[in-house]
């Protein structure tokens, strides 16, 4: 069973920096990807970032230039930067097995879901 495990929220003051780590249990051979979701209250579940594990990335707009996905075996990094207040949301962590081009932002493209860290971006 494929299992993915946040760690790494907390609060910080707009300006400041954060790094999330999420472990996936239960890979084995083949290719797989793994990214970053966000879900702030009132609103959907965004993507954030992904990565493969032939480590081609793909990120949302929002987040592009603050935020860096990186990963070493099946644990997987977001390094967040230059945080807003808009960044603030439950984080989670999703995996799942296949071969992307490009690795995918859509919530719908995968199966494996971690329970979540929360992210606080407040003065």
């Known amino acids: 069973q494929i299992s993915p495990m946040e760690s790494g929220g907390g609060s910080v003051q707009p300006g400041g920096s954060l790094r999330l780590s999420c472990v996936v249990s239960?890979?084995?051979?083949?290719?797989?990807?793994m990214g970053w979701f966000r879900q702030a209250p009132g609103k959907e579940r965004e993507g954030v970032a992904s990565i493969t594990n032939y480590d081609k990335t793909s990120y949302a707009d929002p987040v592009k230039g603050r935020f860096t996905v990186s990963r070493n075996n099946a644990q997987m990094y977001l390094e967040m930067r230059n945080l807003k207040p808009e960044d603030t949301a439950m984080y989670y962590c999703?995996?799942?097995?296949?071969?992307?081009?490009?690795?995918?932002?859509?919530?719908?493209?995968?199966?494996?879901w971690g329970q979540g860290t929360q992210v606080t971006v407040s003065s």
């Open positions: 239960g890979l084995t051979n083949g290719n797989y990807y």
């Open positions: 999703a995996a799942d097995v296949g071969y992307w081009r490009a690795p995918p932002l859509s919530a719908s493209d995968y199966i494996y």
